[in-house]
């Protein structure tokens, strides 16, 4: 059983590697082809209409109940952050990521963390410290079904979590089936098995919103509310639906 307090749970997956931003990213080495289908899939050729992201992160597990509401903006990296600290007191901050002094590590790192499991699919691509290895067609974790086999090595130094590994599994449509999160350190939990469920579109753009996960085998529900998008030259956000 892993024992969970609250800073546990707003700490559980920070990143391996800090966020790169589509304009940072130089091809550093070449992905798989599974690896641009599923990016694709999930709307990369149109991001960079996206004026703005925000979404509602969710995690419930054994009576713990932890939401972060955030803003991004991906042309100008600002964000905005509506939740709690990390004592449980309510908290709201708005910051520019390249002049983040004064902004509590821990907000960061949970920005990226969230992020991540929002946009799973471009960071493949984005992430150009990571090595990506297509593994071929292996069976689900969870499940009896089948998926292309992507394995996404984060280097062991540099990020809020160095080393770490995702498995990352791709259905035939090119959408992500399940992943499993190996951690890099010696910390627990060690293994997060999710699903990738509950499919919606927001603009040009396509989320799962639902991962009825595992994290060493103890049962833990993440998830995603509020998700919309706001396109450039747009004062209208478009919900997901």
């Known amino acids: 059983m892993i024992n969970l307090g609250r800073l ?10 800090l966020l790169m931003t589509p304009s940072a990213v130089s091809w550093a080495q070449q992905r798989p082809p599974i690896a641009d289908k599923m990016a694709k899939t999930h709307g990369l050729d149109s991001f960079g209409q996206i004026e703005g992201i925000r979404y509602t992160f969710n995690v419930e597990r054994s009576g713990v109940n932890v939401f972060r509401s955030w803003e991004w903006n991906p042309k100008t ?8 600290d ?8 708005t910051y520019q990521r390249s002049q983040a002094t004064g902004v509590p590590e821990d907000i960061d790192a949970n920005f990226l963390n969230d992020q991540y499991w929002l946009l799973l699919p471009f960071h493949v691509i984005w992430d150009t410290s990571a090595t ?20 996404v090595k984060y280097p062991s130094d540099g990020g809020y979590s160095p080393g770490d590994t995702w498995d990352v599994y791709v259905g035939a449509d090119g959408r992500v089936q399940e992943f ?17 469920t509950d499919y919606k579109k927001a603009g040009p753009l396509l989320f799962s919103l639902d991962h009825q996960s595992k994290a060493d085998d103890t049962p833990v529900h993440f998830f995603f509310s509020d998700v919309a998008v706001k396109l450039t030259g747009s004062e209208n956000w478009i919900n997901a639906q």
Do not use: T
């Not at 546990?8 to 590697?17: E, K």
């Not at 990506?132 to 394995?151: A, C, F, R, T, Y």
């Not at 499993?180 to 990738?196: C, D, E, L, M």
């Open 132 to 151: 990506v290895i297509d593994e071929g067609m292996q069976k689900l974790p969870l499940g009896n079904e089948s998926g292309e086999k992507l394995v």
């Open 180 to 196: 499993v999160w190996h951690r890099g350190g010696p910390k627990k939990p060690s293994v997060v098995i999710a699903p990738w």
């Open 86 to 93: 990390k004592d449980g007191k309510p908290l709201k901050v």
């Open 8 to 17: 546990d749970v707003l700490r559980l997956f920070a990143l391996s590697a």
């Open 77 to 84: 990296d600002s964000v905005s952050y509506e939740g709690q």
